[in-house]
């Protein structure tokens, strides 16, 4: 465990008196006290980089958007975390993901087990404004047991970091830039053939929607376990 | 090295230079090389020594002049003469004609005059042995009184005192966002030290296309960044610097290196400088030339190795940086005015300029104006003066339509702005930036739709891509700018242009997303008109947009032939 030196302070989040140790961020305590932030490139157990930008709160007395997921608590800080304005935001973002890349969701293994879906729907988003974008990209199944399907991906990162955090392997990372950014794996080798994936699966298990999915799934089967990444973590802090 | 030596070294290095009676200067940074100015250089030492006039004439490679669309310049400091478009002897006999006239009438065919308002009405600072001193020696920088700030620094001043003095110069960084450089220093200074570290990093990676600032000063004046930095270490308490170029800045590099070479054998970088404890170790590093890695958090990654993306503040460097530990950031002409603040003091800086932006800037001048080339002005100059008098005006009787500062992450101003003075708060007021000198005007021949769909393609291929609004938003827009200047947008496409201005600018995890908005933004507050021609009349007024009609000429809606009227 890390040597307990923070202290503790209080915030309002939404209203709400809130008691919070001074290393925790806004969203740790939000969803300590049961307040909704919605969430992306988060997943509890590994570092946050504020990519997705679908947690940004407001913080009274500024006018600046912060990500939830980054921003550590103050004493006295003034959270609000659903107005109109961040829904609109945030309905912004996740329109512009829709329109990124393909996103039928009635032909995809994550079909009802997707979190980009399941936003969707709790964001009340019936429609997008933006006109499609729709490249084709490759969908890598030279995997034995796993297939990466880029037409899927957000690039939120959490395959990246559960590889290189959790298990250490680092096969995947980020190639090009700007909306050509691609997930790769190694060298752009396909997956298959990677020398360093151990298969162990973590990063279609922390893969938020149909882009990283096991083999001989039909529309919809794919369900994924991404809750076992606190408790390894938990377990390896512990053994230090 | 000590105080008194350099001072010595100086007085002798003057000596020297005052026994050549005729030193000629031919400026050999980029501009003016990839005119030949190098062979230009070799045939006047030619005609020289066919002349046999090697004791009294001495020709010497010098940083730049500033007018770069006018060179090779070459200049004769005895008579303050100045020539222009100075050919080698294999294309004709320019050289040969001046290393004649040299006692006689200056050659009229090459005269530029030094008195033009281009030369008088700049203040030069950073700039000041810009032209002057050869950047390849360091006895020419130490003759013009180099390392004597860092020395009188080390040897007479404490940290705080450093710092005092740059925060009562009124310096604001010259990277783009103008954060005071004092408060910046001292935050640095307090922040502990992690695993014993501190750093000094050089932001030399500019990345905005048109800017040239950065790269001129450290081709012409690589020693003074050093000096800055090591003024700049000293007062936080680092040890180890590291200045990021980008690749494609090869005269700048090579410049540089040499430039830490001779600082390090005369002992002015590196352990104990001056016989003090202080020591100071300064590397280079190579950008591969990404726009995005002139963020300071993505250049810090860069800088550690890894992918240059940004990530979100706070943390600030100046509390977590490179490899965590507290790190100073600033951007090259940043530090270049540092040396000059020390040795003069903060009050004499903070005297040059505005109330609340001091000292002076310097601004690649470049597009509808006849002198083309780098500045140096005193903040607070009115844009009217620095386009028409430093400028010399828009060529061909054209009308003046709008000035870009900023680069992407500027906007453009309009006429009825030109009287405004030029500070940060001013350019702030009308939707625009400082940046970090950009300045581009332009007449009637510009469209400014089109302005603003260069600008966000730029944005939208530089993205690192980590975001999804700036990764995908931009994207949109610039689809949206290509439907508008094709003529083939509807007035739907317009509102949606405009908010994804809003989404970007207020959702995007770094500045360049945040500011990529500002280039529409102004153009579509000042220039609507020209949005609603392309949308509703399929009109191109500026008669850029291929395809479409222009008024006067072919008034005629897209589709039909286009019948000349005028
Ligand atoms: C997209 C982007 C590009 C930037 N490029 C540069 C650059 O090329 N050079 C630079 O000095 N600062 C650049 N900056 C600003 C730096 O992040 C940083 O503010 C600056 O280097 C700090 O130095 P200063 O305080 O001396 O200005 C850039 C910022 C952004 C958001
Ligand atoms: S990944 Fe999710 S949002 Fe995308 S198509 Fe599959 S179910 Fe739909
Ligand atoms: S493959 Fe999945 S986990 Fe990896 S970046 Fe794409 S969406 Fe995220
Ligand atoms: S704003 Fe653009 S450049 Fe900055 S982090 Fe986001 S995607 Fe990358
Ligand atoms: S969850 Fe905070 S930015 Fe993605
Ligand atoms: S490069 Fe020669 S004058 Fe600028």
Redesign the interface.
Known sequence: MKPNTAQITTLKIDGHDCGARSDETILDVAQENNIFIPTLCHIDGLQD?????LC?VEIKGSNK?L?AC???VQEGMEVTTNSPRLQH?RK??LE??F??RNHICSVCVSNGHCELQWLAEQLGLTHI???Y?HPKLEVDASNRRFVADHNRC??CTRCVRVCDEIEGAHTW??Y??????RVVSDLKQPWGESESCTGCGKCVHVCPTGALVEKGRSAGEMTKRGQFLPYLTLMREERQ | MTLDELRELAETEREKQTQVKHEIHVCTAAACLSQRSDQVKASLEAEIKAHGKEDCCKVKGVGCMGLCAAGPLVSDESNGRLYQNVRPADENTDTKEIVASLESEPVERLSLSPELPFFKEQKKIVLENSGKIDPERIEDYICAGGYEALLTALTEMRPLEVIEQITKSGLRGRGGAGYPTGLKWSTVAKASPHNGAKYVICNGDEGDPGAFMDRSVLESDPQRVLEGMAIAAYAVGANRGFIYVRAEYPLAIKRLKIAIKQAETMGLLGANIADTTFSFKIELRLGAG?F?CGEETALIASVEGK?GNP??R?PYPAQEGLWNAPTLINNVETFANVAPIIRNGGAWYAAIGTEKSKGTKVFALAGRVANTGLIEIPMGMPLRHVIYQLGGGIPDNRRFKAAQTGGPSGGCIPEEYLDMPVDYESLASVGSIMGSGGLIVMDETSCMPDVAKYFMDFC??????????C??????MH?LLSRITAGEATPEDLA?LE??CD?VR????CGLGQSAPNPVATTLKYFRKEYIDHIHHKRCTAGVCEGLARPGKDDKPKGKPAEVTA
């Open positions: 980089i504020g990519a997705c930008r940004l958007l990500p980054v921003t550590r935001y912004a973002i512009m993901l329109s990124e404004s933006v006109p974008l957000i690039l990372d980020l090009g830039r700007g909306v050509d950014t | 990404a995005v992918r990530r979100p706070p939208c291929t530089e993205s690192c891509g980590k975001c999804i609004p990764r995908v938003g931009t994207v949109h689809n949606l908010r994804l989404v207020n959702t995007s995890l």
